[in-house]
């Protein structure tokens, strides 16, 4: 009797340890606070404060899109104007050999500030620094633009109320819900210029083919280890990664559904391998298949500074306008990263003239592959650094 009591206390005992283990560990995964606490503070502190002064629309701008999470921009703060820096040492390896998205994600801060200047009673006035993209530049920061600040009158609109709400969705669309082709002119209306042009494939056979080349650089990019490992280096799991970093992809932004979050988060780490398998199998299961619109934005020379600065200006406002309207956006930019890795390495190009012959432009080049249209659910915030980690004396 006493040895059966043992035991059954033993168990309970165990039982009780690897709960408060399990317990543990999805406190520690942050299993139940995907989204919350200061590394996701910026999106509510978005609007700012009259005390910040000039310094105002930086906290719309640290809200912007970026590759992967990775933040790449510094600020200097002037009396009436405020310079922009390429934070070259937050840089995505031979994944971004000429910094191109790194200048996307510049654009898209830039977008950001200009709309959130307009509500503080700002005129911005842009000069993108000039220049072409080398490969594989020192991590030294440099300017990338220069932004004049003048009174005028406050205005407000759709795009700048989209801020806090714009998110990257990784997730399922619904292939069966169309975008109505007004909306598409409007977005393209908004985001055309003399240095930008926009191009959606709308058709079902265009977009499986479109996709297909999609697919087909995500499988060239897995299979590449360099890319691959410096891809995985921006993948954040953990409260207490997150909360170190504050930047990077994490599980709750990755696209998947509550229950394989939660799973993802409190079984062990995927290697490499599995993570890339997982994205491959994710982009062309569900990615590809269920957007009923895919697109690209394309500009003179790709590798041209300013031409790469104003199509992420050019991204921002589509994505925020979408946002506007209820629609999901993500960018699916694997072939243009292949071409950009085809470059550096000197070989032949396999994906750059076959996505340029959807768009039919003579002239003009793809820097940016994209979809939209309407979420199976909603998506979460990514974290945020803190304004004054990205303000430079």
């Known amino acids: 009797m006493h040895t059966r009591r043992a035991l059954l206390a033993g168990g309970a005992g165990a039982a009780a340890l690897a709960l408060g283990g399990l317990g543990f560990?999805?406190?520690?995964?942050?299993?139940?606070?995907g989204g919350e606490g200061r590394p996701y503070g910026p999106w509510r502190d978005w609007q700012g404060y009259r005390a910040d002064g000039i310094a105002r629309p930086l906290r719309a701008a640290i809200l912007a899109s970026n590759p992967h999470d990775t933040q790449p921009w510094l600020f200097q703060v002037g009396a009436n104007a405020i310079t922009l820096f390429a934070d070259r040492?937050?840089?995505l390896g031979t994944f971004d050999p000429f910094r191109r998205e790194m200048h996307l994600g510049l654009g898209a801060a830039v977008e950001n500030l200009v709309l959130a200047a307009r509500v503080s009673g700002l005129a911005a006035t842009v000069t993108p620094a000039?220049?072409?993209l080398a490969l594989s530049p020192d991590a030294t920061p440099v300017p990338a633009a220069h932004v004049s600040l003048t009174p005028a009158p406050a205005t407000r609109d759709a795009l700048f109320d989209a801020i806090p709400v714009r998110h990257t969705n990784r997730g399922p669309y619904r292939a069966d819900q169309p975008i109505a082709p007004g909306v598409l002119r409007r977005f393209a209306d908004l985001v055309t210029d003399d240095t930008v042009r926009v191009v959606f494939v709308e058709g079902k056979h265009a977009r499986a083919e479109l996709g297909a080349l999609i697919v087909e650089a995500t499988d060239r990019i897995i299979g590449d280890p360099q890319m691959s490992a410096d891809s995985a280096r921006w993948f954040r799991t953990g409260r207490r990664e997150i909360a170190a970093h504050r930047d990077g992809i994490t599980m709750d932004a990755a696209g998947l559904s509550p229950l394989v979050t939660a799973a993802s988060k409190l079984l062990p780490d995927l290697d490499a391998r599995s993570a890339d398998r997982y994205w491959l199998s994710m982009t062309r299961e569900t990615q590809v298949p269920t957007a009923p619109v895919?697109?690209?934005?394309?500009v003179r020379d790709r590798l041209d500074a300013p031409s790469a600065l104003g199509a992420g200006r050019?991204?921002?406002?589509?994505h925020l306008a979408a946002t506007a309207e209820r629609l999901a956006a993500q960018p699916l930019n694997q072939p243009v990263e292949c071409t950009d890795r085809d470059a550096m390495?000197?070989?032949?190009?396999?994906?750059?003239?076959a996505?340029?012959?959807f768009a039919d432009l003579p002239g003009w080049e793809p820097t940016f592959v994209f979809r939209l249209g309407v979420a199976e659910r909603a998506a979460g915030p990514s974290p945020r650094r803190a304004l004054e980690d990205v303000v430079k004396s």
Do not use: C, E, K
């Open 345 to 353: 390495l000197g070989r032949a190009d396999r994906f750059g003239a």
């Open 294 to 298: 895919l697109g690209m934005l394309l």
């Open 355 to 357: 996505i340029a012959a």
């Open 89 to 91: 040492a937050r840089n």
């Open 130 to 132: 000039a220049g072409t």
């Open 314 to 318: 050019a991204w921002q406002r589509l």
């Open 25 to 33: 560990r999805a406190w520690d995964r942050g299993v139940w606070s």
